[in-house]
C-alpha cells in the first residue's frame, strides 16, 4: 500500500498540489510557509476516497482561516468548492468547569479538589486543570497549576495499551499544549514524554512553533499520507494551526 500511496502523491504534486507544493523548505519560509504547508496537508488528503475529502473541508478552512490572509482563504475556498468556515465561539466545556470550581474558591481550594478528583474534576480532570492554567492571572499560578498537573501525571508509564495510564497521556497532552503555547521548549519536551504517541506528527509540528522552520516537516506530511483514514491529515492541521494563527515563538 506505501508504494502506491507514494505513486498517487508524486502524481497530485506533479499535477495539481498548486505552485508552492513544487518548492522546498528553504526556499518555503516566511511569507510563503503557510500556502507551502497547507499544499503539503492537502497533497497528504489526495489518497483519501472522496468522501473523506469531502468531510475534511470543513477542518481544513476552518485551519486556513486561523491566518487571516483573506487571499488564501479565498484560494482555498474556490479549490475545495466549498463556503468559508470559522470555528465555533462557544465556551468550551472544560473551561466552563475551571471557571465553576474558582468562582466556589480561590486557587489552593481549585489545586486541592484537582488533586482529590472531586466534582468537577472527577471528569476530564487534565482538560480543566489546563483550562485553570489559562485563567491563571499571573505567570506564578500558572506554573503552580502546571507543577500540579505534572505531579498528578506522576513518572512515565512504561506500558502500553489498556495497561498506560489513560489520565497521564491526557495531562501529556494538555501539559504540551500548554508549554507549546507559553513558548517554553524544556516543559514542552517534558510534557511530551508522557504522551501516549510522543513521536506524534503533532507535537513535531507543536515543537517547531518553538525550534523554527516548520516547512521541514512537510515531507513527513507528504510521505505519511494513509489512504484509509483522516487521522495523518487531521493530526496535521492540528499541528500547524497554532503557527498559522500566532506564528512563531520569539
Known sequence: MKPLILGVLMGVAALGAGPAGA???????GENEAAYMLDAIWVAAAVLPKEKQARLARPFLETVSLSGDAHLIQDWRARLG?????????????RQKAELALSAGDWDEFLRDARAGVRPFNIGRPEIMAEGARLAPNAAIRSRVMEAMFDLAGPRQQASGLDRSFEQADFGYALA?????????????RAVALTAVPDSLRYALWRRRMTGNAAALAGRIRQDANADDTHHVRTALEGYAPILENGYCP
Request: proline share 6%.
Open 23 to 29: 518548492r522546498d523548505a528553504q526556499t518555503c519560509a
Open 82 to 94: 466549498a463556503p468559508v468556515a470559522h470555528r465555533s465561539s462557544g465556551i468550551p466545556y472544560a
Open 177 to 189: 499544549e500548554l508549554s507549546m503555547q507559553t513558548c517554553d521548549l524544556a516543559q514542552f519536551d
